[in-house]
């Protein structure tokens, strides 16, 4: 039987309630099988079935403290110092993100991106209209947010704005993810917000991407559209228990897309848009260029 201490992330950088609560997950589905207990058998043991168990061991719901120590005793964990460890950890995945008071303004299929988000240690990105969120200038989001009228934008419009900067706190805050993101060409040619904010929008990114965690590269006109139908965002985490994620949102919602197959074929899209794209130093000439037209 299992009895020895869970191995937990190293703690050196906050991995978010999201992305703790998959680590958890996952580290159950080792004791469970080095006990050779079945799902059926656990859910059982926790008034449940077998797919509440596949959905725990997958972080998709949240873990319940009581459960989990259920679930702990029956998989032989009996030393008292690393259960505590553990159960102190499933407390933590409970505590809500610093997203928590904007939840009102984000269906649930977002707020695990923004959890996700937070946790990465590589953020790929591809983007046919817009700016990517973690890029964009305050007045930019906000005349995205208003719908293109943001002398009518409200305190809910105002409150998506100041989310959306929260967000880009990731990218300054210690062992910041890497950002890579391609843009179509025509996402510096579109007047969000009129002139002067896009004029602004342009000189945020010739600034941010200074900065030596961030890359941006521009698919000219004549490359545009082949290589990936719509946009899309892959994370990629340091814990060795977090999958890749390719994130795919829609009108509906937003598809997570784990599968190993699914990730080689965004993988392979993510690495032709950089080959088509304009280079890092040749995209912040187009930008340049993109401005003086303006």
């Not at 589905?29 to 077998?50: F, M, N, V």
């Not at 995945?93 to 928590?100: A, D, L, R, V, Y």
């Amino acid at each position: 039987m299992a009895t020895g201490e869970p191995r937990l992330p190293s703690g050196e950088r906050d991995s978010g309630p999201t992305a703790l609560r998959i680590v958890l997950g996952a580290q159950l589905r080792r004791l469970r099988e080095a006990a050779e207990i079945t799902r059926a058998q656990a859910g059982y043991q926790i008034r449940g079935s077998d797919s509440k168990i596949s959905r725990l061991e997958l972080g998709r719901v949240g873990l319940k403290e009581r459960d989990v120590s259920d679930l702990l005793t029956m998989y032989g964990m009996v030393d008292e110092d690393a259960r505590q460890k553990f159960l102190a950890m499933v407390r933590r995945s409970n505590e809500p993100g610093w997203w928590h008071r904007y939840t009102d303004l984000m269906p649930d299929w977002f707020q695990d991106y923004v959890g996700l988000e937070e946790a990465a240690t590589r953020i790929l990105s591809y983007e046919t209209h817009f700016v990517p969120g973690l890029l964009q200038t305050e007045d930019y989001a906000r005349a995205i947010a208003s719908h293109g009228r943001p002398e009518l934008a409200g305190p809910e419009v105002q409150r998506r704005v100041t989310l959306r900067m929260s967000r880009q706190k990731v990218l300054a805050r210690p062992g910041a993810p890497r950002l890579w993101v391609v843009i179509d060409e025509s996402v510096l040619h579109r007047p969000i917000g009129g002139r002067q904010v896009l004029l602004d929008q342009l000189d945020h990114l010739l600034e941010v991407t200074k900065q030596p965690l961030v890359t941006l590269q521009v698919v000219p006109f004549p490359l545009s559209g082949y290589a990936a139908e719509g946009p899309f965002t892959m994370l990629r985490f340091g814990e060795p228990d977090l999958p890749d994620i390719v994130y795919v949102e829609h009108l509906a919602g937003a598809l997570y897309l784990d599968k190993p197959e699914e990730l080689e074929i965004y993988g392979r899209v993510f690495d032709r848009l950089t080959v088509d794209a304009e280079t890092p130093d040749r995209s912040r000439q187009a930008l340049v260029k993109a401005r003086a037209a303006l």
